[in-house]
């Protein structure tokens, strides 16, 4: 056994299970209003439920462990993990202001000066204000430090060309967190020469181009800069440094539920069509499913509590992805299968058939976002000292 790895058990204070009723009732009602259904899967964020996010925000739950004095709330990350569980379970619209809360905010917090932290944070935290990362390029996705998007410095600032891809919500964001080369890497380290920069995404010399996804959705998109003009602080932390901010940024990105809750839908679903008393084979590939998830789930809670103590799990987190992005790639497939036999009808079979149909589509992409498998398996090598 190693000791180079920590997923020390934690348990959810009472506290947690008094706001996941609070979340819970919250939920209900959205959903009674018709604001988003939990059984559509949702196809794009253009439809970002009206509002939606300004009532998450109204409710204290973006920014739910920053500093009060930027409109956080100075929860705990085993708090956040309750709302972000239970979002995610329901199928809430949340794209719009989850990338700022989950690791936009905490970086403002860390590296942005205070005139940009009072102005934004606040905003964030009321649902106002959605972000996008800029880090992939056409010819660097996994290999981030070979970015080329040139940052050239200027009076008052810096000049912005090249182009990102896969960008996230870059067509309904208000700012990204981009990632530039503002020198060329040095002998010694290849990961030297980038710099992280907030955009506004309204700086004339951005161009948001959509790319279309088989699923229907129109997650991502290229974005092109040509002379685009970020200033002066707008740099994040230290010029030429930015790989250091990167790593520490994906330890956010990586643990949290939403990394295997993303097809969830199909398992209540066939829960559902199985009914009551569902036959042996369907009892057995349930609970087998269940108890998978309810791992995964631990050692997620786990990163949390790690978050929470100060720590940067950032080996964790990957584990956390790796294990949990491939459980919810398989899900649409091990529940089709023990779907086979499920006695068709009205009520439960058309419902299941779509929900299966949109995740199989959905499916590929779930282990290449965020960072892909192969990519994570080397962090996890690296952390346990085995390259
Ligand atoms: C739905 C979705 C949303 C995304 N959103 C964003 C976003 O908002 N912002 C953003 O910046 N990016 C985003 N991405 C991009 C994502 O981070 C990249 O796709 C990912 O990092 C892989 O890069 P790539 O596509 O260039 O593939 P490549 O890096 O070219 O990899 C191709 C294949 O080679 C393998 N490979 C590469 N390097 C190694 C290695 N060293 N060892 C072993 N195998 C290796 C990879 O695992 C992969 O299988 C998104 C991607 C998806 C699918």
Redesign the pocket.
């Known amino acids: 056994m190693t000791a180079a790895l920590t997923f020390d058990p934690i348990r959810l204070p009472p506290e947690c299970e008094k706001l996941r009723q609070e979340v819970r009732t919250f939920l209900a009602e959205e959903i009674s209003a018709g604001t988003f259904s939990p059984q559509r899967a949702q196809k794009s964020d253009d439809t970002d439920a009206p509002g939606f996010s300004k009532r998450v925000g109204a409710r204290g739950w973006i920014g739910m462990t920053w500093p009060k004095k930027y409109g956080g709330h100075e929860r705990s990350f085993l708090e956040r993990y309750v709302v972000t569980e239970e979002m995610r379970v329901a199928n809430a619209p949340v794209r719009r202001f989850f ?1 700022a809360d989950r690791q936009s905010g905490p970086v403002l917090i860390r590296y942005a000066n205070e005139r940009i932290k009072m102005d934004i944070l606040p905003r964030i935290c009321r649902g106002e204000v959605c972000f ?13 430090f070979a970015a080329k998007t040139k940052a050239t410095k200027t009076d008052g600032g810096w000049l912005i060309n090249g182009t ?7 067509h309904v964001a208000d700012y990204m967190l981009g990632i530039f080369r503002t020198s060329a890497p040095t002998k010694d380290n290849r990961r030297h020469g980038l710099t992280q920069f907030l955009v506004d995404m309204k700086t004339p010399g951005i161009t948001v181009n959509p790319i279309g ?1 088989i699923s229907g959705q129109s ?2 998109n290229e974005v092109v800069f040509e002379d685009a003009f970020m200033p002066d602080d707008h740099v994040l932390g230290e010029i030429d440094g930015a790989w250091k901010q990167a790593t520490s940024e994906l330890a956010y990105e990586r643990s949290g539920p939403e990394r295997f809750l993303e097809t969830y839908y199909v398992l209540t679903e066939l829960v559902r069509a199985l009914g009551r008393e569902p036959d042996l084979r369907g009892a057995e590939g349930i609970g087998r499913l269940v108890a998978q998830l309810h791992t995964l789930r631990r050692m997620s809670v786990s990163v949390a509590g790690m978050l929470q103590a100060g720590k940067e799990p950032v080996v964790e987190a990957a584990i956390v992805k790796d294990v949990g992005t491939i459980w919810e790639q398989q899900l649409p497939h091990r529940v089709r299968n023990l779907a086979a036999f499920v006695e068709p009808n009205v009520s439960n079979h058309e419902t299941l058939e779509r929900q299966l149909d949109f995740a199989m589509k959905i499916a590929p ?1 779930l282990t ?8 994570l ?2 962090i996890i090598a690296r952390g346990l000292g085995l390259r």
């Open positions: 990338v996008a990362i800029g880090m992939s390029e056409p010819n660097s996705g996994s290999d981030l990102k891809i896969w960008t996230t919500s870059a996804q997650e991502f992409k290449l976002q965020g960072g892909t498998t192969e990519v398996r080397g």
